[in-house]
C-alpha cells in the first residue's frame, strides 16, 4: 500500500515543499492542507490503517521528498522512507509517473532506445544522464530509468523547502534484530525504480553499516518495465535472488522478496521486451498483436491481452492504427537498447469485474466485449488494470482503504495559485 500512497501527489499542484506536505499528510495522521486557492481535508495512511499493517507502529523515518520541475506545477517523483520499530523494517516508497496515466507514461514519458542507455552503476551524478550508445558487453540501463535515478539520489526536496538526501539517512541505519530489512516498493515508474535505486545505492554506499552488521536489502516492485539491459538483469538476478516471507496475510499471492510482480494484462510490464508482435507468442506474451489492416472494406483492428482495437470505417478516428504505430516504435526501441527482464519476474492473473474508484465512490468494472474504438475507452482500460488489478495479488480489499485520500475540497478565494 505504501507505494500506491506515495503517489497520492500525482494529480496535485504546488512547490515542492507544499506538495511534500500534502504526501506527509496522506502517509501519516491526515488533516487539512492547503496550496494555492485550494484547501484539503486529508485521510492519513498510517491513521485509518496503521492497526491493520504488520507490526501495527509505522512512522513516517524520513522525507516525504519530492521532485517537481520548475515547468511543471506537478510532482516528477516522490519518495519516502517508513519504520516499523517492532518489525525493524524500513520500506523505501517510490512514486512513478501519474499511476492512472500508463498511456501517457508508456508511450511518452520514457526514454529508451539504442542510443538511450546509460552504464550502470551510474558514477557521476554532477549532471543529469543523457544517454548514449546500447552495449550489450556492459550493464546499462534506459536513461528514463537513469534519470529518475539522477533526480531521487539529487533533487529531492523536504517539507522545509530543503534537499533531502536519501544516502545520507541511509547510510547512517543500523540494524536492530537480526531480520531488519530496508526493502524498496515502487508501482509503474516506480516498480522500475524501486528494483534499480537499492542496487545503485549498494555500489554507492561504501562500508555501510547496514549490510555490515546483517541488515537485508530488498525489492519489491510492482507493474514495473523493464530497467535495463541483460548484464543489468544478470547483476540485479544475482545481488536480489528470490527470498521467501513467512506468516503473509491470508489472500496475499506474493510471498517471496526480490520477485518483481507483473498483471499479466497490464501493459506496462510488457515494456520494454514483450510490446508488439505480427502473431502472439504463447510462451511468451506480448501486449499488442495481430494488426489487421483493411482499407477498402471491413474494419481495421489491433489486438490486446485485454481488448480489441478498431479504426471507425470512413472516420478520421484510427485508433487502431495509431496505436499500432506507437506499439512497434515502442518494441522497435526496446530491442535496439537490448531491454531484458528480470529473472524472478512473475506474472500474475487478475480477475473480472475490478473493483476501482470512479471518482466518488467504489464501482465495479467490466472490460468492454466489443471492439474499442476510442482512445480514452483504451485509457480506461489500461489504468483501471494498471492500479486497481493489483490489490488483490496482495489479499487487499480495496474498498477498505481510506478512500478517496483527499475528502473535501474548500476554495480559498484570498489566496493565489502556487
Known amino acids: 500500500m505504501f507505494s500506491f500512497f506515495v503517489n497520492a501527489a500525482s494529480a496535485v499542484q504546488g512547490t515542492s515543499a507544499q506538495l511534500a506536505q500534502f504526501l506527509d499528510k496522506v502517509l501519516g495522521t491526515g488533516g487539512t492542507w492547503s496550496a494555492g486557492k485550494n484547501s484539503y481535508t486529508i485521510n492519513g495512511l498510517i491513521q485509518q490503517q496503521g492497526s491493520q499493517l504488520i507490526g501495527s507502529d509505522w512512522q513516517i523515518g524520513w522525507g516525504p521528498a519530492i521532485f517537481r520541475p520548475s515547468t511543471s506545477g506537478y510532482p516528477d517523483n516522490a519518495m519516502a522512507v517508513l519504520y516499523s520499530p517492532s518489525q525493524d523494517t524500513y520500506v523505501v516508497a517510490i512514486a512513478g509517473t501519474d499511476p492512472n496515466s500508463p498511456y501517457d507514461w508508456l508511450f511518452e514519458d520514457l526514454k529508451v532506445g539504442p ?10 551524478f554532477s549532471a543529469a544522464p543523457t544517454g548514449g550508445a546500447a552495449n550489450a558487453g556492459t550493464a546499462q540501463i534506459t536513461l ?3 534519470l529518475g ?3 531521487l539520489l539529487q533533487n529531492m526536496i523536504d517539507q522545509d523547502g530543503n534537499t533531502a538526501s536519501l544516502v545520507s539517512y541511509l547510510s547512517g541505519l543500523v540494524p536492530v534484530k537480526s531480520t531488519a530489512k530496508i526493502i524498496f516498493v515502487g508501482h509503474s515508474l516506480g516498480g522500475a525504480l524501486s528494483a534499480t535505486l537499492p542496487l545503485q545505492l549498494l555500489s554507492m ?13 530488498y525489492a519489491m516492485p510492482t507493474a514495473g518495465p523493464t530497467p535495463g539491459n541483460a548484464a543489468f538483469a544478470a547483476m540485479w538476478n544475482k545481488q536480489f535472488p ?4 513467512q506468516n503473509t496475510a491470508s489472500g496475499n499471492q506474493v510471498t517471496s522478496l526480490n520477485v518483481p510482480i507483473a498483471n499479466s494484462r497490464d501493459v506496462v510490464p510488457h515494456a520494454w521486451t514483450n510490446i508488439y508482435a505480427k502473431t502472439q507468442v504463447p510462451q511468451s506474451p506480448v501486449y499488442f498483436y495481430d494488426y489487421q489492416e483493411k482499407l477498402f472494406q471491413g474494419t481495421t483492428t489491433l489486438q490486446t491481452l485485454t481488448v480489441t482495437l478498431a479504426n471507425v470505417p470512413n472516420s478520421l478516428n484510427k485508433l487502431a492504427t495509431e496505436i499500432y504505430a506507437v506499439a512497434t ?9 537490448g531491454a531484458a527482464t528480470l529473472g524472478a519476474l512473475t506474472w500474475l492473473s487478475d480477475t473480472s469485474p475490478i473493483t476501482y474508484w470512479n471518482g466518488t465512490a467504489f464501482a465495479t468494472y467490466t472490460l468492454p466485449t466489443g471492439n474499442v474504438t476510442t482512445l480514452d475507452a483504451f485509457k480506461q ?3 483501471t488494470i494498471h492500479v486497481w488489478q493489483y490489490f488483490p495479488f496482495f489479499g487487499i480489499t480495496t474498498s477498505t482503504l481510506p478512500y478517496p485520500i483527499v475528502t473535501t475540497a474548500k476554495a480559498l478565494a484570498s489566496q493565489e495559485t502556487a
Open 115 to 124: 542510443n538511450a542507455m546509460v552504464n550502470f552503476p551510474i558514477t557521476n
Open 144 to 146: 528514463g530509468t537513469a
Open 242 to 245: 528470490a527470498t521467501p516471507v
Open 329 to 337: 516504435k515502442a518494441s522497435t526501441n526496446g530491442a535496439g537498447a
Open 149 to 151: 535515478v539522477y533526480n
Open 381 to 383: 482500460v489500461l489504468g
Open 205 to 217: 554506499i561504501k562500508n555501510w553499516g547496514w549490510t555490515a552488521k546483517g541488515g537485508g536489502v
